[in-house]
């Protein structure tokens, strides 16, 4: 599962972990399984979430 890290601050400007673009500001999104932390754009996050909302896909 995936959480956005409340506890880390924002970065302003840098590449997107996901997408490789380079962003503004990235939000620190936690990989609770993989133990890990990737900074991603809006972009990717909303995406993550779409993703994980439609796990089975949009027939359901």
Partial sequence: MMSVSSDIDARTA???ADCGQVVM???PL???QAKTVR???IRCLVLDYQ????EAGCCG
């Fill in 14 to 16: 840098g590449c997107c």
């Fill in 25 to 27: 500001r990235r939000t």
């Fill in 30 to 32: 936690s990989d609770e």
């Fill in 39 to 41: 900074e991603v754009c």
């Fill in 51 to 54: 993703r994980r909302q439609f």
